[in-house]
């Protein structure tokens, strides 16, 4: 596989995300290669920054960009630069409770939820049921590049 993934910036700002995987940002980068592969595009010249911090950071940041009141698992925040695809966060304490709840591994939520998060940057969207089914398929065929089970069927 030839590098098409995007330059990678992590800001891992909650010590906690370490327990995750000891190779985290070697598997996110890893995820994100398998995405560029399967979209068949090549992002070698531009920066996407995964910032991996806490549910109290991610409510910051969505009460004040997104004027919704709670942390979630994910946001994106495409760029208006050039080289720049944007910024993908992750709720650690989030996160790690949705893997629990759905009886997954914590690597693969987190997994699944950069790939969204990337989709989202490229202008992927779930708003309207065509959008999401076209979304959601997308994930599904590339978290089985890395042999991570469909997350959106029941287990």
Known sequence: ????????????????????????????TLALEKTSHTLKEDFSQKE???????????????KTFRHQDKATNVLSFPSDEKAELGDIILAYETVLK?????GISTLHHTLHLIIHGFLHLLGYD????????????LEIKI?????????YEDQ
């Open 126 to 137: 779930h708003e309207k049921e065509h959008e999401a089914e076209k979304m959601e398929s």
């Open 48 to 62: 996407v920054s995964v910032v991996l911090t806490t549910d109290e950071e991610v409510h910051t940041f969505n």
């Open 98 to 102: 949705e893997a629990q709840e759905l």
């Open 143 to 151: 978290l089985q590049t890395l042999n991570i089970q469909n997350p």
């Open 1 to 28: 596989m030839s590098e098409k993934k995007p330059i990678i910036n992590f800001i891992i700002s909650e010590k906690s995300w370490k327990t995750v995987s000891p190779l985290l940002e070697n598997e996110i």
